[in-house]
Every structure is written in C-alpha cells, then in structure tokens.
C-alpha cells in the first residue's frame, strides 16, 4: 500500500534530496580521496585544501535547505512513499541534516587549517 505524505516544512520534495545527498558526497568524497592521495605521497597539501571543499558544500547544503524550507518559495508537493516506516526514516533524516552539516563544517575548518601537519 503507498500512503502520500503532503509535502510540508518538515518533509523534502525528492529533488531536493537528492540535490542535498549530491552535494553531500561532493563534500565527503574529495575528503576522503585526498586523505587516501596524502598518505601515499606523504604530501599533505591535497587534503589540506579538500577541507575547503568540505565547507563550501556544506554550506551549500544548507543555503539550499534554507531556501527550500522559505514559505514563499516554497512549492506544493507530495512525496510518495511506500510505508510509514520509510517515511519516518526520510523524516528523521531530513532533520539530522542541519547537524551534519554544522558538523561537516567544523571538521572541513579544522582540516583547510591543520590538514597537511598530519604529514609533517
């Protein structure tokens, strides 16, 4: 059975999650690739600079969360799910994304500033 869940300030349309795990990745994977690049030329530089990456994904993440939640621009929607289950799983999610990114800044900051004396 599908239920259809009206989209409001608490649920996402599906292109914007998916806009938001996009750049979610684009955020982490640079990261973690240039860890993996660091440790093998011993040269942290790379890594040191993906911190920066970090943060302006992060950022964009939530300056498109902030201007999907605005009322005015806002759109009417549905999100299809197939359970209330999956719907609760989208829901918690959504919230915990604002955490993620305060998060993922504070580390990106903390790497774009001391990221390459982990190769010193």
């Known amino acids: 059975m599908t239920d259809v869940i009206r989209h409001d300030a608490r649920l996402p349309t599906r292109g914007a999650m998916i806009i ?22 011993n040269d942290g530089q790379w890594f040191q600079r993906s911190g920066a990456l970090m943060v302006l994904f992060s950022i964009g993440v939530e300056y498109h969360r902030k201007q999907e939640l605005h009322p005015a621009k ?13 719907a609760g799983t989208v829901q918690r999610c959504w919230r915990a994304i604002p955490f993620v990114c305060y998060l993922a800044v504070v580390i990106g900051t903390l790497i774009w500033s001391y990221g390459d004396l982990l190769f010193v």
């Open 20 to 41: 938001e795990a996009v750049m979610m990745l684009m955020a982490i994977v640079p990261v973690m690739i240039s860890l993996y690049l660091s440790f093998i030329t």
């Open 74 to 86: 806002r759109r009417d929607g549905a999100l299809t799910v197939a359970s209330s289950r999956l």
